[in-house]
């Protein structure tokens, strides 16, 4: 078990409203990554890490920010939400297994 | 890029038959690792089964089989004896190697039903 813990589980926020969501992890993992799921897309990449201060972006960026200032803690923002952005959000790190995903938090933006 | 491809949106089988998903992906690369993940109502993103590319052996946990064709790039998980519990969205992903910053390139999906 990698000790993936993302927060909160669910959110129901208000266009145009920033919202920023969380992934704690307790195994020191260096790579920490953000994809979002939707029906007909699979999952994709927001944005990952390789360090603390160390982020990159993934395919669908635009409109999400990231920051990583301890090595435990991942967290997406998205400043401005949008409709578009009603999702499920999947935190992961990896190891020499592969990939361990979070529990996901689903976001509907009204 | 590498593109991951499973061509069954939806799928349904009967409980103690055999199914098989299909995956296929697109890579210039000669060695990298495939998985299969399963996705139940949960929403929790399970590891069912990973092959890595330089084994000729196919991968096997439990009922779960593959199907590892290296030269016409071809993935399948073959799931023998179904159950209800394996009612599920079931993801093939590719991945460069292990333990990096690279990324998992996921298809979009197979939608599994089990019925009793």
């Known amino acids: 078990d990698a000790g993936i813990t993302q927060s909160p589980r669910h959110k129901v926020t208000e266009t145009g409203t920033p919202v920023t969501l969380r992934c704690h992890q307790t195994e020191n993992h260096r790579y920490m990554y953000w994809y979002r799921q939707d029906p007909g897309h699979g999952l994709r990449l927001i944005h990952y890490?390789?360090?603390?201060?160390?982020?990159d972006k993934g395919e669908v960026s635009d409109g999400y920010s990231v920051s990583r200032s301890k090595t435990e803690d991942f967290l997406l923002t998205l400043e401005s939400a949008t409709s578009s952005q009603t999702s499920v959000y999947f935190c992961?790190?990896?190891?020499?297994?592969?990939?361990?995903f979070g529990s996901g938090t689903r976001l509907t933006v009204v | 890029a590498q593109t991951v491809t499973q061509s069954q949106p939806e799928m349904s089988v009967q409980e103690a038959e055999t199914v098989t998903l299909s995956c296929t992906y697109d890579t210039s690369e000669s060695n990298y690792y495939l998985f299969w993940y399963k996705q139940p109502p949960s929403r929790q993103m399970i590891l069912v089964i990973r092959?890595?590319?330089?084994?000729?052996q196919n991968a096997t946990e439990n009922r779960f089989s593959v199907n590892f064709q290296k030269a016409a790039k071809s993935f399948s998980l073959k799931i023998s004896d179904s159950q209800l519990g394996d009612t599920a969205m079931y993801f093939c992903?590719?991945?460069?190697?292990?333990?990096?910053?690279?990324?998992?390139?996921f298809g979009k999906g197979t939608k599994l039903t089990v019925n009793p």
């Open positions: 992903a590719f991945m460069k190697m292990l333990g990096g910053s690279e990324k998992l390139v």
């Open positions: 092959q890595e590319a330089y084994k000729q």
């Open positions: 890490s390789y360090g603390v201060k160390d982020t």
């Open positions: 992961a790190i990896t190891d020499q297994y592969g990939y361990t």
